[in-house]
């Protein structure tokens, strides 16, 4: 039997909005900072363009998955905002480096 406190109905928009709080400040972070590493990887440019295009891409993607944590109707779709990217973005840095 699994052991489960009851959360009280007053408390749960309450812990819904300090969820959505932690997903668009760490979650965006992470996929922010994965999607940076990841465009730094981009063969056609010089290093400093690299890092430079890597960091401006990756706050406007910061800015628009915070946008997107918030709108997102439920907080399983909230999850999925920040959870898909970041899963895709590790696999691709994983299989990229040597």
């Known amino acids: 039997m699994a052991f489960s406190v009851p959360i009280p109905d007053r408390a749960r928009p309450v812990l819904a909005m300090l969820w959505r709080i932690l997903l ?3 979650g965006a972070y992470a996929v922010a900072s994965l999607f940076a590493a990841a465009c730094s990887l981009l063969p056609w440019l010089t290093r400093a363009d690299q890092v430079l295009a890597a960091t401006m891409l990756a706050f406007v993607l910061h800015c628009a998955l915070v946008i997107a944590v918030f709108h997102a109707h439920t907080l399983v779709r909230a999850t999925l905002v920040c959870v ?8 691709l840095l994983y299989g990229v480096r040597p």
């Open 24 to 26: 668009a400040t760490a």
């Open 84 to 91: 898909v990217p970041a899963v895709l973005l590790s696999a």
